[in-house]
RNA sequence: GUGGCCGUAGCUCAAUCGGUUAGAGCACCGGAUUGUGGUUCCGGGGGUUGCGGGUUCAAUUCCCGUCGGUCACCCCA
């Protein structure tokens, strides 16, 4: 026995490819309409790109190694670093704002589960140079339209928001000390899995006071700029940030994906870089992780590439949205790529007869197959080979009835004989350039 | 890194209390038949029961280890 893939890692067989290229297919489309670019860069990198960011203690999540010339190098475990780069390095050149996206396979050496490998496909989409929440509107948009490409809608998934500088402007207003910002976000990040009296040791060990952790305690179930507002609006500091979000709420409604948006403070992303709005896509029956995650980072391009412009960007992975997509039906139409057409030669046609007509129709962008084998080709009874041509998928096939006659015979779906047709061969045969073979062909493929 | 559960054919599973040659469906390959349609019928290839050790007259079955899968924790994308 062969040695098996590596824990974590997927062999893509057609089926499961043909999803890969589906879910691929549709971000790039998607990202597209937003008139964004695709980029890539290494997949493999110095380690140091991510040490410098994370600290040291990231790399036991990593696929590090020494390469041959005694480099520290990584597989790349996200695409934030190397996009930094490379826009850092050319920040003067770039049209701002910069809209670039990226599908990279990235890497992570941890224990698999339930939507988490060592391994998967990424959509990254980035703005870079705008600092105005139309921008931030844009991102979650492009995130929402994405899954309702795939078929998903309202009772599929939401989008659950939230803004840093709105969080610290409550902790501030609740008199909390800057210092234990760290611990409550901790706590709101885990709010929904961890039992109330465990966040609130946790709070009280962080050093708030009775009315402070009511509050911090409370944050989960206020779910729209209402509620905060009716809670907190006699702040001022705070209510610069709640107009920002309905500003925000406002854009994303006239965008179409109103809907989806929900408030909650409980979105953390995290402890580091994000500055801004963040935001998770979940599905709504909370079944999988979130699907999607992102937000605003308008320090990390200085951090990084020592380039000080507003960034904003999310990731999309292909694992759990594959397991959400099959779930909920959204796959059955995915199949693997098949003939067009499929040969069947009668006991008397010439094989150069068959492989004419088959290089006739490759040329003209009709993918064909028949049997690679001389004798199946006619020792085969037409019958049998319709009922390979069946198995294999093909949506025709033309059968030779004779050297001069042939027959193009739906096998799509559970069709009969309507669309069957009567070719005359022959004008194939003496000027294959003409469009005597192509024509009956192509419209019965409908193109 | 820690813990729970699970490893039998490509896939889904069966095999009495530990008992004789480990079976079935699907899939795959060949054939018959439908002289041109997914049917039906016959046949075939496929297994070191994850691997290693132990207990036993006898292990797919019980025990230990290991590898793999899975789920959760940790952490995060």
């Not at 991510?50 to 790349?76: C, H, P, W």
């Not at 501030?172 to 990040?189: R, S, T």
């Not at 391009?301 to 960034?311: E, F, I, N, R, T």
């Not at 088959?358 to 040329?363: D, G, K, W, Y």
Request: aromatic fraction near 8%; glycine fraction near 8%; include cysteine.
């Amino acid at each position: 026995m062969p040695p098996k893939a590596l824990p974590g890692f997927r062999d893509f067989y057609p089926a499961e490819y043909a999803v890969r290229a589906h879910i691929i297919e549709t971000w790039r489309r998607i990202a597209r309409r937003y008139a964004c670019t695709e980029y890539d860069g290494p997949p493999l990198e110095p380690l140091e790109l991510y040490t410098q960011k994370s600290g040291d203690e990231i790399v036991g999540q990593l696929y590090n190694f020494e390469d041959k010339g005694g480099r520290a190098v990584a597989m790349r475990p996200e695409m934030t670093p190397t996009f930094a780069r490379m826009v850092a390095a050319r920040a003067q050149a770039l049209r701002k704002p910069v809209r670039w996206f990226s599908v990279p396979q990235l890497f992570r050496y941890e224990r698999q589960q339930k939507g988490r490998l060592r391994e998967h496909f990424q959509l990254n989409v980035d703005i870079v140079g705008e600092s105005d929440v139309l921008a931030d509107a844009e991102l979650l948009s492009i995130a929402i339209e994405i899954c309702r490409d795939f078929g998903l809608d309202r009772s599929d998934f939401y989008a659950r928001v939230s803004d840093r500088r709105l969080l610290n402007a409550l902790l501030g207003h609740l008199k909390i000390h800057p210092d234990a910002w760290a611990a409550v976000y901790a706590v709101l990040d885990k709010l929904e899995r961890q039992p109330r009296d465990v966040s609130a040791q946790k709070l009280e060990t962080a050093g708030l006071d009775a009315a402070a952790r009511d509050a911090v305690l409370g944050f989960g179930a206020i779910d729209s700029v209402d509620a905060l507002r009716a809670a907190f609006g006699e702040s001022a500091d705070v209510r610069v940030h709640l107009d920002r979000f309905a500003e925000y709420a406002n854009h994303l409604q006239a965008l179409g994906v109103g809907e989806f948006l929900r408030l909650d403070l409980t979105i953390v992303r995290g402890l580091a870089y994000y500055t801004g709005i963040v935001f998770e896509l979940f599905d709504a029956h909370g079944e999988f992780r979130a699907i999607c995650g992102g937000g605003r980072y308008d320090n990390l391009l200085q951090a990084l590439g020592g380039v000080d412009l507003p960034s904003l960007g999310f990731g999309m992975g292909d694992v759990v949205l594959g397991e959400l997509l099959k779930a909920r039906g959204k796959l059955a139409e995915v199949g693997t790529p098949v003939a067009d057409v499929w040969l069947v030669p009668s006991e008397s046609t010439a094989i150069a007869h068959l492989l004419a007509v088959a290089s006739v129709l490759r040329r003209a962008d009709v993918s064909v197959e028949y049997p690679l084998s001389a004798e199946k080709l006619h020792a085969r009874k037409s019958g049998a080979q319709l009922k390979d041509a069946q198995k294999a998928g093909a949506r025709l096939a033309l059968v030779f009835r004779d050297d001069t006659l042939a027959e193009v015979v739906a096998l799509a779906g559970a069709s009969t004989d309507a669309e069957r047709s009567v070719l005359d061969t022959a004008d194939w045969l003496t000027a294959v350039n003409t469009s005597a073979v192509l024509a009956p062909v192509l419209t019965a493929l409908g193109r």
